[in-house]
């Protein structure tokens, strides 16, 4: 007879393999559901809570995971007929939301439960918050507008869909290639070519080189020779050219929706709802903060100088500036020759499978909970581990699952993230629903004469993303619709950049930094170097965070919607970042997946949200401990657990014990008030 516990496993698993009818079926029921639900909403006479908000909430609850799961596979599939399936179902879902969301008479009887006030006195506070953003969704979505009004609403949301789905589809599927001789790429490691395809040109052998991370990032970093470095940066930001068009249209369709529903921009109507309220605000804090940094910036610059330079010199060229294919290489040879720290060096302590493991005990032990792996699995594909999680003081309370698909393969999603599939909810009958996460990376791959082996900016990153698979999965809410996806933009991050510090912390890499050849740990002469160069270049790295935000604010804050992004792209990194772009003439904004992505007006969040996570950790984790079970338990309580069911502002007081303070920030990145 199976245990409680092996019951309500079997129970939680997801079906991820889907053909192309299966995935068209999923939507049609769906959308045949939904339909039947929200015509019976429409229909009361007398609208309640539990007639109205409830049934509208319930079918999000019980259909939120085959909604995910049909539209996820385009990211990872191996089938192009499934990937191309699941692009329409999004296309498919997202006209069904808009549709949804348009419904007058939908909107008429959630108006008329916000506006009984005996009844929302008497709800709960999570239920009582469930009308008041219904209500608010549906009203920037227009139906506080008149008929016509309502429909170029809903024209203009169809066509920023379809945008969005074939700008990302283009950035999947059109990944950049490059031939190098072994000589043009002089200053690689050997392990970079140990298996690396090869092909002949001009009777001449040379490897294959494309713009996937783990093939971009080593070549950007080592690569001596400048040419090669600009070919391939060229190729990077010639990618997608199509795609600059659709985001110059998308923009300015996004104007135009602001100004219907009565906004003077865009931007003016994403912050409404996020912790930063107004445009004005985000600019004075990416003004403020680039003043700062360019202190720390002028210092950096002169030493990256220097060393370009020397180098000119060596070959017998004029200098002739800092560009933009410059900034990764140089950047990391002031690191090795102020610090003696080497990327190649640290990598030999950072096996993939170690590394998994650690960053796996870091989570366990602050969350207070237990992961298994579960061994043949039902996934996508053979690289892909699955795990279960269960509370770590109670054996058969199940928690959730999550899935690791890490490293990189042909039309799969080129970046990394973290896909919510399923949200935990309260069921109808009082138990509770099991959520599901999945990472996306595209981490380098084992060689046959050596594993998977990650930079130290690697396992930062896998720090970064577990993140927000637990901020998922610990979200405790009694509806799906206040987990992972509606906590506020501008803090989002704030819990992932948070756990990025144990990737600093010498106690913490002593227990899984270890040499992928010996088993030794990690020397603590390399840490103290690691350390000690934590914060060489945060002035011209963090600019270029500033850079990313002041595009978005440039072309979504317009009045007018007419930008010229190409250029606008080029002339406002060159001035932020201080590295030009030389002759070139790319078009670096067509793969700038977040502006089409759900950022839009929002990328000043990575470096905003900074402030709160630095404060957390400084604040709490430094002073009690970084491995203080009970600040990990209210971490967990405070910062998790609520999701988007109350205002991140709430969740900070309760677990600081005070208002945030932005001095733990600039301390992190080498700033002083």
């Known amino acids: 007879m199976a245990s409680r516990a092996q019951t309500l496993l079997k129970g939680a698993v997801l079906n991820f393999s889907r053909s192309p009818t299966d995935i068209r079926a999923t939507v049609s029921s769906i959308v045949s559901r939904g339909k039947e639900v929200q015509d019976k909403v429409a229909k009361q006479t007398k609208p309640t809570f539990a007639n109205t908000i409830a049934p ?19 990211n990872v599939s191996t089938d192009k007929s499934v990937r191309d399936a699941s692009s329409e179902a999004e296309q498919q879902l997202s006209s069904f939301r808009i549709e949804s969301m348009m419904r007058e008479d939908v909107y008429r009887s959630v108006r008329s439960v916000l506006d009984n006030k005996t009844e929302m006195g008497a709800l709960e506070p999570e239920d009582r918050r469930l009308v008041q953003k219904m209500e608010e969704e549906y009203r920037r979505n227009g139906l506080a507008l008149s008929q ?13 869909s379809e945008l969005s789905i074939k700008f990302s589809r283009s950035i999947n599927e059109k990944d950049g290639r490059i031939l190098f001789t072994r000589q043009e790429l002089d200053g690689l490691s050997e392990d970079y070519f140990d298996g690396r395809p090869t092909e002949i040109e001009d009777g001449i052998e040379k490897f294959v080189v494309t713009t996937k991370y783990p093939d971009l990032v080593p070549v950007m970093q080592m690569a001596k020779h400048e040419k090669t470095r600009k070919r391939l940066m060229v190729v990077s930001e010639s990618r997608c050219p199509e795609n600059i068009e659709l985001l110059e249209e998308a923009v300015r369709l996004r104007v135009q929706a602001a100004q219907l529903l009565g906004y003077k921009t865009h931007a003016e109507f994403v912050l409404e709802q996020n912790m930063a309220k107004t445009p004005q605000k985000v600019l ?24 370009k330079m020397a180098d000119k010199k060596d070959v017998g060229e004029p200098y002739d500036g800092l560009f933009s294919w410059d900034f990764r290489y140089y950047s990391n040879m002031v690191k090795e020759r102020k610090h003696k720290v080497s990327d190649e060096e640290i990598r030999q302590y950072f096996p993939m499978k170690q590394v998994t493991r650690g960053v796996l005990d870091i989570y366990q032990n602050m969350l207070g909970l237990r992961f298994n792996k579960v061994e043949n699995a039902p996934v996508w594909h053979p690289d892909v581990e699955m795990y279960e999680i269960w509370e770590s003081k109670n054996d058969s309370q199940f928690v959730g699952h999550f899935y690791l698909d890490l490293y990189p393969r042909e039309g799969k999603y080129n970046h990394a993230c973290v896909n919510p599939i399923r949200a935990g909810f309260a069921r109808s009958d009082g138990t509770r629903e099991y959520p599901v996460a999945v990472m996306l990376a595209n981490f380098p791959k084992p060689t046959s004469n050596a594993p998977a082996l990650l930079t130290h900016d690697d396992a930062l990153t896998l720090l970064h993303e577990f993140g927000h698979v637990f901020h998922h999965i610990c979200a405790e809410t009694k509806w799906s619709h206040f987990q992972l996806d509606s906590v506020q933009m501008d ?15 010498p106690s913490v890499l002593r227990q899984f930094a270890v040499h992928y050849k010996t088993g030794e740990p990690i020397p603590e002469d390399l840490i ?19 850079f990313f935000g002041l595009f978005d ?11 010229d992004v190409r250029s606008l792209y080029k002339t406002l990194r060159e001035q932020t970042t201080r590295f030009s772009a030389g002759d070139t003439d790319t078009c670096g904004a067509a793969t700038f997946g977040h502006m089409m992505g759900g950022y839009d007006a929002g990328y000043y969040g990575y ?13 709490r984790f430094l002073k009690d401990g970084v491995d203080n079970a009970r600040t990990g338990m209210d971490y967990r309580l405070e910062i998790l657990r609520p999701g988007g069911s109350r205002d991140a502002a709430v969740s900070l007081e309760q677990f600081l014990g005070r208002s945030p303070s932005s001095d733990a920030f600039l301390e992190s990145i080498g700033l002083t008030r």
């Open 553 to 563: 604010m440039a072309i979504h804050n317009s009045t007018d919607g007419k930008v």
């Open 528 to 546: 103290k170097r690691m350390v000690a160069a934590k914060n060489e270049g945060a002035g011209l790295f963090n600019l270029r965070q500033v």
């Open 284 to 307: 004075d804090f990416e003004h403020d903060l680039r003043e700062k940094l360019d202190v720390l910036a002028d210092k950096e610059i002169k030493e990256i100088e220097a060393l």
């Open 148 to 160: 016509e009004q309502r429909k170029q609403l809903g024209e203009i949301r169809m066509r920023l």
């Open 491 to 505: 803090f989002i991050e704030a819990p992932s950049q948070m756990l990025e510090n144990w990737g600093w912390e």
């Open 607 to 619: 470096l905003w949200a900074k402030v709160y996570s630095s404060d957390m950790y400084a604040s």
């Open 56 to 74: 509208l909430a319930r079918f999000e609850n019980d259909h939120g995971a085959d909604s995910c799961i049909a539209t996820f596979l385009q």
